[in-house]
C-alpha cells in the first residue's frame, strides 16, 4: 500500500518558519510530480507547490511565491516544503501530494495519492 507521512506542522507565530517534511515508499515517490496543497475549513484543497522528481523543476501559487520553497531527496524519499514569513493566512492543514505531471496545466500536478494531512497554525 503506497503511503505519504507528512510531520512537521505545529504552531507558530507570523514571521516564524516552519519545515514540512513528506515521506513515501519508492513505488510512491515514482510518481512524475509531489507537490503540497493545504486546505481551509469548508474549502477546497489548494494548490501550494510542487516538484518534478526528475529535473527538480518547481511551481508555487502566488500566494507563497518568495515565501515557500518545496525541494527533494530523491535518496530519502523525501519531500520537504520550507515556510517562511509566515501569515495567519497560511494556517491550514497541508497535504504532500503525489501525481501525474500535466504540462502547461496550471497546476502541472494532477493529484492521485494524498498523505494524511498535518496542521499548521499561524498565530498574530
Known amino acids: 500500500q503506497v503511503q505519504l507521512v507528512e510531520s512537521g506542522g505545529g504552531l507558530v507565530q507570523a514571521g516564524g518558519s516552519l519545515r514540512l517534511s513528506c515521506t513515501a515508499s519508492e513505488r510512491t515517490f515514482s510518481t512524475r510530480i509531489i507537490g503540497w496543497f493545504r486546505q481551509f475549513p469548508g474549502k477546497e484543497r489548494e494548490f501550494v507547490a510542487c516538484?518534478?522528481?526528475?529535473?527538480?523543476?518547481?511551481d508555487y501559487a502566488d500566494s507563497v511565491k518568495g515565501r515557500f520553497t518545496i525541494s527533494g531527496d530523491n535518496a530519502k524519499n523525501t519531500v520537504y516544503l520550507q515556510m517562511n514569513s509566515l501569515k495567519p493566512e497560511d494556517t491550514a492543514v497541508y497535504y504532500c501530494v503525489g501525481g501525474g505531471y500535466s504540462s502547461g496545466s496550471y497546476p502541472p500536478i494532477q493529484p492521485a495519492y494524498w498523505g494524511q494531512g498535518t496542521q499548521v497554525t499561524v498565530s498574530s
Open positions: 516538484i518534478r522528481r526528475s529535473d527538480g523543476s518547481t
